[in-house]
């Protein structure tokens, strides 16, 4: 099972949480931390994992990969098998350079919502739903579409003030 | 605060405009901007207009996820707004829901679910969707028995993306909700033969997870696996399947034999690493009897360490490690790629590879790997060498030094371990260069040249990470300085200025050596002139003798081996002896004044003791006269004693031995001791604790006593008479020379064979008799020196045995769907399988009564967990009460069933009136 996945930059600074066990708050920015001090002490162009026992408990496995400033980490226990958790991480990147255009931190940042959206085709539950960039993407656009055509087919309140 | 107004919803900001604004704030502000955006918040989140609510909402959640702020008074919001119209309006509410909903305290969880219901049966595919993945995130117990209708009617949906995430979503509802398995299993299990990959890789992954737990439950459903295994190609579906696999396989050696073929073909044909790599860890994890497979496994591995790719190389590690623990050999034949792996620039591979080379070391191989070891720890940095030095240290020290067989080399390998440079392991070090002393009698004298070479090098003194070994180096040169071959140059080591640079602790041990030194140096010199004069006779009682001659062997052979060594009694002359009083006098004559006590106490002992024989020494030297004669007498005596109570052999000491001292008769350890503050005034523990620990011996003869008081009161006569107030009142010393001379004295003489004898009736001491067995090797030319270890249990080495938590109720429930299907639809005149009737839920039982039940069940079915003990009272619980309402067709079916595992433990009653059936076989025989 998936038990999280995380994206920061490489300040630390986190841009997405998500941890398919429930976490209190603090736990989740304490685990941000924690990580994110492993990974910048990591050289490039070594192994993509990381021994998480100490954070996550034993068996627990992690494997990061970086794109230009951001670190993006999954979390993951002996269900799942750490080359095929790096596949499914390109998936997730693939997919949102689909979805954004030449995704960058800023895309990141500024579409949070969206971001949960599409990790939601991806995984559910800590379970790999789709491994197809590509259907990832058109079920994005079909939620896209149904949000813009529901907002202007029922027009709000805020809506109609503006 | 108002509530919202039309100006709030006007100029509300947006999730993206609280985005910037966060990012414009100068840092350290940050924390007040995010007051004051909460504070809006809560004015907005209140408002009738969900668009206003959903931004609210969207703001709060986007600063819980990645601020870390608490919006658990928001929960209420968050329901409320999943009613919206609007997709987006509720995708934000069940979002915020999903990441901030505790499923174990939010209350509000329950009034979600009938919203739930109402999303999961909609007609829009992305309203059910988003009602499956919510509830997997929030799943609780409750939500999870009312939703379970609904789960069931998705489970067969028309729509793939709608069916494989409430295949997806069934896990978290089985855990919290076992009986939801007696609803649903049968369609899930129906999905294992879908076509399309995506159904089949959820409901595989699902399986996967299933497994985890109570893997012999889904034995049954083996054929459907194998055709999988057999039939599919998407690498992701065989992945799942394999690590299926990986656990049944070895509950049943037919399935084994099955699927080894399929694998080692998928491990021979398919391209991709990920499955290349499952099929290599499935047999060397769960098929390793399969000698070729487990060659070809290996020989897959060899090509991963062959490859550039880090990732590769260390999953090869990691997967050779697997091996080691079965078949060591085979990582011996990759030991060239290990050892490279060993200056890999990755720690991760390099830390592998240690853990790897270690797993190889044996009595043949330990000098090549550590003489390996040693060069990489000298060339890699600092963490990884010291890394290198605790695993060498560690596996050496193994079992009272099992793979070690060459002592004299292991001792020097210490030496040389304890001067690399970014060496940190000083402790561990220190620890073994006396444990070796004790233990390894043979060993000494290689130990004794190892040492004096530490101590005398002045540039070790300034390195505080050594000062550790060098306080055990000090320890053994004045343990065993009849082993020395020039004490002179030990005491002037010893006494250096440099070592100024220890810490008290260390320094005292410094001074406390030098002590012993001299004393062995004065007593040397005693013996000679009294072998030259012959002293008089009445000073040497039988057993002083012995061991006289005892030491004089030991000298004699030590010099035997190195000529030049009769230096001993070449050097002791007169002068030279009162040179080195001097000397020991000059430099410890300072320190008499120093303000810390150990240092203090230490050179003070020296300095009486000097004062002592200086004037035998003066005397002998101006010829003496007859009260001067006199003088001497005494003097040599007492040089004699203290000898002889510096020379006895220090054994190991038990860590159970403090255990296994009687209370003597009379000692009163309860006794309240407050009087004694009275009497004792302020001079309290350091005193008494010096006086304890006078050796037993002394205290046989008054006379030795004596000395030994007189030596003490150099420190503190003060004391020494309130103690003797002390005893008076008491009237027993805190170890009464009669009986505690034995028991507290029990810890074996390291090698007295007469006195093993003795122990071995007391159980405390024992030869490594194994160490002996094994070490009969041909080649090695010399025996493996006698290591004494204790068989009372000195090593703690009692293997934890985790409790193991178990998804009980999930397989129950299922060896009742599965074994039940089979039994009506298997025309064959087999005896039933086995059947977990019990988890039957019954329909008399209250809901609110079940509830309690359920969400302690909640609690413990959580894997992650370790709420062993609450699960089983849960499991307890749910079991009575579930039997107690049974059903009579329940009844009937209970004589069909046998013990499944641990299941049977909560049943244990039920079956004792009837034979324990055997386990008939699950999976049919025409797949086997």
Same mark, same amino acid.
């Given at each position: 099972m998936i038990r999280g996945v995380i994206v920061m930059n490489d300040q630390g600074n986190p841009r997405l949480i998500k941890f398919y066990e429930f976490q209190p708050p603090e736990k989740q920015q304490e685990l941000v931390r924690s990580i994110y001090r492993i990974l910048c002490s990591r050289a490039e162009n070594?192994?993509? /994992?990381?021994?998480?026992?100490?954070?996550?408990?034993?068996?627990?496995?992690?494997?990061?990969?970086? /794109?230009?400033?951001?670190?993006?980490? /999954?979390?993951?226990?002996?269900?799942?098998?750490?080359?095929? &958790?790096?596949?499914? &991480?390109?998936?997730?990147?693939?997919?949102?350079?689909?979805?954004?255009?030449?995704?960058?931190?800023?895309?990141?940042? /500024?579409?949070?919502?969206?971001?949960? &959206?599409?990790?939601?085709?991806?995984?559910?539950?800590?379970?790999?739903?789709?491994?197809?960039?590509?259907?990832?993407?058109?079920?994005?656009?079909?939620?896209?579409?149904l949000e813009k055509n529901a907002n202007s087919m029922i027009p709000s309140f805020s809506g109609w003030h503006r | 605060m108002t509530g919202p107004s039309l100006m709030d919803s006007l100029f509300q900001r947006s999730i993206d405009d609280l985005i910037k604004a966060l990012r414009l704030t100068p840092p350290g502000t940050e924390a007040a901007f995010v007051a004051k955006a909460i504070e809006e918040i809560r004015r907005e989140i209140r408002s009738t207009d969900p668009h206003t609510k959903a931004s609210a909402l969207q703001k709060l959640t986007y600063l819980h996820s990645l601020h870390g702020l608490d919006m658990s008074w928001a929960a209420f919001h968050s329901v409320e707004l999943s009613s919206a119209a609007a997709h987006s309006h509720k995708r934000t509410a069940y979002l915020s829901a999903a990441l901030s909903f505790n499923p174990a305290t939010t209350d509000v969880i329950l009034l979600l679910t009938h919203q739930l219901r109402k999303d999961l049966s909609s007609p829009n595919v992305h309203d059910v969707s988003l009602a499956l993945s919510t509830l997997s995130s929030i799943c609780n117990s409750d939500l999870a028995r009312d939703l379970t209708p609904e789960l069931f009617t998705l489970l067969s949906s028309s729509k793939v993306t709608v069916r494989k995430k409430a295949i997806a979503t069934v896990l978290r509802v089985f855990e919290q909700y076992p009986d939801a398995v007696r609803v649903c299993f049968k369609r899930v299990v129906e999905n294992l033969e879908n076509s399309d990959m995506g159904i089949l890789s959820a409901v595989v992954g699902l399986f996967c997870e299933l497994t985890e737990n109570e893997p012999r439950s889904y034995l049954p459903l083996a054929p459907e696996f194998y055709k999988i295994l057999v039939d599919c190609k998407n690498n992701w579906v065989l992945i799942k399947v394999l690590k299926i696999f990986a656990k049944l396989a070895p509950l049943e050696p037919r399935l084994g034999k099955r699927v080894v073929e399929p694998i080692c073909e998928i491990m021979k044909t398919m391209g991709a690493k990920s499955l290349v790599f499952e099929c290599v860890r499935t047999i060397l994890t769960s098929l390793s009897e399969y000698d070729s497979a487990v060659k070809l496994a290996v020989n897959k591995v060899r090509e991963f360490l062959s490859e550039d790719?880090?990732?590769? *190389?260390?999953?090869?590690?990691?997967?050779? @490690?697997?091996?080691?623990?079965?078949?060591?050999?085979?990582?011996?034949?990759?030991?060239?790629?290990?050892?490279?792996?060993?200056?890999?620039? $990755?720690?991760?591979?390099?830390?592998? =590879? #240690?853990?790897?080379?270690?797993?190889?070391?044996?009595?043949?191989?330990?000098?090549?790997?550590?003489?390996?070891?040693?060069?990489?720890?000298? *060339?890699?940095?600092?963490?990884?060498?010291?890394?290198?030095?605790?695993?060498?240290?560690?596996?050496?020290?193994?079992?009272?030094?099992? %793979? %070690?067989?060459?002592?004299?080399?292991?001792? #020097?390998?210490?030496?040389?371990?304890?001067?690399?440079?970014?060496?940190?392991?000083? $402790?561990?070090?220190?620890?073994?260069?006396?444990?070796?002393?004790?233990?390894?009698? $043979? @060993?000494?004298?290689?130990?004794?040249?190892?040492?004096?070479?530490?101590?005398?090098?002045?540039?070790?003194?300034?390195?505080?990470?050594?000062?550790? %070994?060098?306080?055990? =180096? =000090?320890?053994?040169?004045?343990?065993?300085?009849?082993?020395?071959?020039?004490?002179?140059?030990?005491?002037? @080591? #010893?006494?250096?200025?440099?070592?100024?640079?220890?810490?008290?602790?260390?320094?005292?041990?410094?001074?406390?050596?030098?002590?012993?030194?001299?004393?062995?140096?004065?007593?040397?010199?005693? *013996?000679?002139?009294?072998?030259?004069?012959?002293?008089?006779?009445?000073?040497?009682?039988?057993?002083?003798?012995?061991?006289?001659?005892?030491?004089?062997?030991?000298?004699?052979?030590?010099?035997?081996?190195?000529?030049? =060594?009769?230096?001993?009694?070449?050097?002791?002359?007169?002068?030279?002896?009162? @040179?080195? %009083?001097?000397?020991?006098?000059?430099?410890?004559?300072?320190?008499?004044?120093?303000n810390e006590v150990e240092v203090l106490e230490r050179s003070t002992n020296v300095l009486g003791l000097i004062k002592l024989i200086k004037p035998m020494l003066l005397g002998s030297l101006n010829d003496c006269e007859g009260d001067q004669t006199k003088g001497e007498l005494k003097a040599s005596e007492t040089v004699k004693m203290i000898f002889d109570s510096c020379s006895e052999d220090l054994g190991p000491v038990s860590v159970n031995a403090q255990e296994k001292v009687p209370i003597p008769d009379g000692l009163v350890l309860k006794e309240n001791l407050d009087d004694l503050e009275e009497i004792c005034g302020d001079i309290k523990l350091p005193v008494l604790t010096s006086f304890s620990l006078v050796r037993p011996q002394f205290a046989e003869t008054s006379n030795s006593a004596e000395c030994q008081g007189k030596d003490e009161s150099e420190l503190s006569t003060g004391s020494t008479s309130l103690l003797a107030e002390h005893r008076k009142r008491h009237g027993l010393y805190y170890l009464s020379p009669g009986n505690t001379v034995t028991t507290s004295n029990d810890y074996p003489p390291a090698h007295d064979p007469k006195d093993m004898a003795i122990d071995e009736d007391e159980d405390l001491a024992k030869l490594t008799e194994k160490s002996l067995l094994t070490g009969k090797k041909p080649s090695q030319s010399k025996p493996r020196p006698v290591v004494v270890r204790f068989d009372d249990g000195e090593v703690t080495n009692a293997a934890t045995n985790r409790t193991e938590i178990k998804a009980g109720l999930i397989s129950g429930a299922v060896n009742e769907v599965l074994l039940g299907d089979e039994a009506t639809t298997s025309s064959s005149s087999r005896r039933k399988p086995p059947k977990s009737r019990r988890a039957a839920e019954d329909s008399n039982v209250s809901i609110t009564e079940y509830k309690s039940d359920a969400s302690k069940i909640d609690q413990s079915e959580h894997s992650k967990a370790g709420l062993g003990g609450s699960k089983h009272n849960g499991h307890g619980k749910e079991r009575r009460r579930r039997s107690s309402g049974k059903d009579k067709e329940h009844d009937r079916k209970d004589k069909h069933k046998s013990d499944s595992a641990a299941y049977g433990k909560h049943r244990s009653r039920h079956r004792a009136d009837k034979a324990v059936e055997a386990q008939a076989p699950v999976i049919p025989d025409f797949l086997l």
């Amino acid at each position: 099972m998936i038990r999280g996945v995380i994206v920061m930059n490489d300040q630390g600074n986190p841009r997405l949480i998500k941890f398919y066990e429930f976490q209190p708050p603090e736990k989740q920015q304490e685990l941000v931390r924690s990580i994110y001090r492993i990974l910048c002490s990591r050289a490039e162009n070594v192994s993509n /994992f990381v021994k998480a026992d100490s954070l996550l408990g034993p068996n627990v496995r992690l494997v990061y990969k970086t /794109f230009s400033t951001l670190y993006f980490v /999954f979390i993951f226990d002996k269900s799942e098998n750490e080359l095929a &958790m790096m596949d499914l &991480m390109q998936v997730f990147v693939e997919t949102l350079n689909k979805c954004f255009r030449e995704v960058c931190e800023l895309h990141v940042v /500024f579409n949070f919502y969206k971001i949960h &959206m599409i990790l939601d085709e991806i995984i559910l539950g800590g379970q790999v739903l789709e491994t197809s960039s590509e259907e990832v993407a058109n079920a994005v656009d079909a939620i896209s579409r149904l949000e813009k055509n529901a907002n202007s087919m029922i027009p709000s309140f805020s809506g109609w003030h503006r | 605060m108002t509530g919202p107004s039309l100006m709030d919803s006007l100029f509300q900001r947006s999730i993206d405009d609280l985005i910037k604004a966060l990012r414009l704030t100068p840092p350290g502000t940050e924390a007040a901007f995010v007051a004051k955006a909460i504070e809006e918040i809560r004015r907005e989140i209140r408002s009738t207009d969900p668009h206003t609510k959903a931004s609210a909402l969207q703001k709060l959640t986007y600063l819980h996820s990645l601020h870390g702020l608490d919006m658990s008074w928001a929960a209420f919001h968050s329901v409320e707004l999943s009613s919206a119209a609007a997709h987006s309006h509720k995708r934000t509410a069940y979002l915020s829901a999903a990441l901030s909903f505790n499923p174990a305290t939010t209350d509000v969880i329950l009034l979600l679910t009938h919203q739930l219901r109402k999303d999961l049966s909609s007609p829009n595919v992305h309203d059910v969707s988003l009602a499956l993945s919510t509830l997997s995130s929030i799943c609780n117990s409750d939500l999870a028995r009312d939703l379970t209708p609904e789960l069931f009617t998705l489970l067969s949906s028309s729509k793939v993306t709608v069916r494989k995430k409430a295949i997806a979503t069934v896990l978290r509802v089985f855990e919290q909700y076992p009986d939801a398995v007696r609803v649903c299993f049968k369609r899930v299990v129906e999905n294992l033969e879908n076509s399309d990959m995506g159904i089949l890789s959820a409901v595989v992954g699902l399986f996967c997870e299933l497994t985890e737990n109570e893997p012999r439950s889904y034995l049954p459903l083996a054929p459907e696996f194998y055709k999988i295994l057999v039939d599919c190609k998407n690498n992701w579906v065989l992945i799942k399947v394999l690590k299926i696999f990986a656990k049944l396989a070895p509950l049943e050696p037919r399935l084994g034999k099955r699927v080894v073929e399929p694998i080692c073909e998928i491990m021979k044909t398919m391209g991709a690493k990920s499955l290349v790599f499952e099929c290599v860890r499935t047999i060397l994890t769960s098929l390793s009897e399969y000698d070729s497979a487990v060659k070809l496994a290996v020989n897959k591995v060899r090509e991963f360490l062959s490859e550039d790719d880090p990732n590769l *190389k260390y999953l090869g590690l990691q997967a050779l @490690a697997i091996v080691a623990q079965k078949d060591i050999l085979a990582v011996v034949e990759n030991k060239d790629l290990v050892v490279k792996a060993l200056s890999d620039s $990755d720690v991760n591979i390099r830390f592998e =590879a #240690l853990r790897l080379v270690m797993c190889m070391v044996s009595e043949d191989n330990v000098m090549e790997i550590c003489r390996i070891l040693i060069s990489h720890a000298l *060339k890699s940095d600092p963490e990884f060498c010291n890394e290198i030095l605790g695993f060498i240290l560690l596996t050496c020290g193994r079992n009272y030094y099992e %793979v %070690v067989f060459d002592f004299d080399w292991y001792v #020097l390998f210490l030496g040389e371990m304890a001067r690399v440079p970014h060496c940190q392991k000083g $402790d561990e070090i220190a620890t073994q260069l006396i444990d070796i002393g004790m233990r390894v009698k $043979d @060993a000494r004298s290689q130990l004794v040249n190892v040492t004096r070479e530490l101590v005398i090098d002045p540039a070790l003194l300034g390195n505080p990470f050594m000062h550790a %070994v060098l306080s055990a =180096a =000090a320890w053994v040169s004045g343990e065993y300085i009849k082993l020395s071959r020039n004490p002179f140059e030990i005491i002037e @080591a #010893l006494l250096q200025p440099r070592t100024s640079l220890l810490s008290p602790s260390v320094r005292a041990i410094y001074i406390h050596s030098a002590f012993k030194v001299l004393m062995f140096c004065v007593y040397s010199y005693l *013996k000679l002139n009294g072998e030259e004069s012959s002293l008089p006779s009445t000073l040497t009682d039988s057993e002083l003798v012995s061991d006289v001659e005892l030491d004089d062997h030991n000298m004699i052979v030590t010099n035997g081996q190195a000529p030049s =060594a009769s230096s001993i009694t070449h050097h002791l002359t007169q002068e030279s002896l009162l @040179a080195l %009083v001097n000397l020991v006098e000059i430099n410890l004559g300072p320190l008499a004044g120093s303000n810390e006590v150990e240092v203090l106490e230490r050179s003070t002992n020296v300095l009486g003791l000097i004062k002592l024989i200086k004037p035998m020494l003066l005397g002998s030297l101006n010829d003496c006269e007859g009260d001067q004669t006199k003088g001497e007498l005494k003097a040599s005596e007492t040089v004699k004693m203290i000898f002889d109570s510096c020379s006895e052999d220090l054994g190991p000491v038990s860590v159970n031995a403090q255990e296994k001292v009687p209370i003597p008769d009379g000692l009163v350890l309860k006794e309240n001791l407050d009087d004694l503050e009275e009497i004792c005034g302020d001079i309290k523990l350091p005193v008494l604790t010096s006086f304890s620990l006078v050796r037993p011996q002394f205290a046989e003869t008054s006379n030795s006593a004596e000395c030994q008081g007189k030596d003490e009161s150099e420190l503190s006569t003060g004391s020494t008479s309130l103690l003797a107030e002390h005893r008076k009142r008491h009237g027993l010393y805190y170890l009464s020379p009669g009986n505690t001379v034995t028991t507290s004295n029990d810890y074996p003489p390291a090698h007295d064979p007469k006195d093993m004898a003795i122990d071995e009736d007391e159980d405390l001491a024992k030869l490594t008799e194994k160490s002996l067995l094994t070490g009969k090797k041909p080649s090695q030319s010399k025996p493996r020196p006698v290591v004494v270890r204790f068989d009372d249990g000195e090593v703690t080495n009692a293997a934890t045995n985790r409790t193991e938590i178990k998804a009980g109720l999930i397989s129950g429930a299922v060896n009742e769907v599965l074994l039940g299907d089979e039994a009506t639809t298997s025309s064959s005149s087999r005896r039933k399988p086995p059947k977990s009737r019990r988890a039957a839920e019954d329909s008399n039982v209250s809901i609110t009564e079940y509830k309690s039940d359920a969400s302690k069940i909640d609690q413990s079915e959580h894997s992650k967990a370790g709420l062993g003990g609450s699960k089983h009272n849960g499991h307890g619980k749910e079991r009575r009460r579930r039997s107690s309402g049974k059903d009579k067709e329940h009844d009937r079916k209970d004589k069909h069933k046998s013990d499944s595992a641990a299941y049977g433990k909560h049943r244990s009653r039920h079956r004792a009136d009837k034979a324990v059936e055997a386990q008939a076989p699950v999976i049919p025989d025409f797949l086997l």
